[in-house]
């Protein structure tokens, strides 16, 4: 099992990056994915998942700057973060779960993201 985050980089504040999660090993259909970061200092908390039938749910502290959607052919999620704020700061991980905030299933290393202010 493996999940591959990639596409962070440093970025001013204002810009976009597109987080992508490449997923092997296991039937990518039968799972959530979801998107969850974590800040130098703070808990790992939820950005975006999105379950298996393409229903989209936001975690507590992201608001619509933020979009999420797969690619079941190529067992791919991607995360599209615009107007991006120092704040969102992180090292950013996908994950499959059996559901959408279970917190639970398979876990991919995560890829930095720097905003710049």
């Known amino acids: 099992v493996q999940l591959q985050a990639s596409g962070g980089g440093l970025v001013q504040a204002g810009g976009s990056l597109r987080l992508s999660c490449v997923a092997s090993?296991?039937?990518?259909?039968?799972?959530?994915i979801g998107w969850f970061r974590q800040a130098p200092g703070k808990e790992r908390e939820g950005v975006l998942c999105?379950?298996?039938?393409?229903?989209?749910y936001y975690g507590d502290h992201v608001e619509g700057r933020f979009t999420i959607s797969r690619d079941n052919a190529k067992n791919t999620v991607y995360l599209q973060m615009n107007s991006l704020k120092p704040e969102d700061t992180a090292v950013y991980y996908c994950?499959?779960?059996?559901?959408?905030?279970?917190?639970?299933?398979?876990w991919g290393r995560g890829t930095l993201v720097t905003v710049s202010s």
């Open positions: 999105i379950s298996t039938s393409g229903g989209t």
């Open positions: 994950a499959a779960e059996p559901g959408c905030w279970t917190w639970s299933g398979y």
């Open positions: 090993g296991f039937n990518f259909e039968d799972y959530a």
